[in-house]
């Protein structure tokens, strides 16, 4: 990879792909976990999740607990490669800067 990749190279998203990849594989986290971990507000996150989503970085489901509203986000796979080669990205930097 010659460049970052453009979505995941933002300081929220990038500490969003890395709460998520942090999750077991398929696990789900609920927004407000995700908004406390981050430390975001509900519609600088809502948006940054939309754009991930649009990416196909994330999957994002929507249902109700009882009848309260539940949003869930989970990494998906092609996030999870995304990441993974973001990771790889800043590795080579800091391997390049240190010879």
Do not use: C, W
Request: proline letters at 4%; aromatic letters at 6%.
């Amino acid at each position: 990879m010659e460049q970052p990749d453009a979505t995941i190279h933002q300081p929220v998203r990038l500490k969003i792909m890395a709460a998520l990849k942090a999750l077991p594989d398929r696990e789900q986290i609920e927004f407000v976990r995700l908004k406390s971990l981050v430390g975001a507000t509900e519609g600088n996150l809502g948006a940054h999740l939309t754009t991930l989503e649009q990416a196909g970085y994330i999957d994002i489901e929507k249902d109700f607990h009882g009848k309260k509203p539940r949003t869930r986000v989970r990494i998906a796979r092609a996030g999870r490669r995304a990441f993974d080669a973001y990771v790889a990205y800043l590795r080579e930097i800091v391997e390049t800067s240190e010879r």
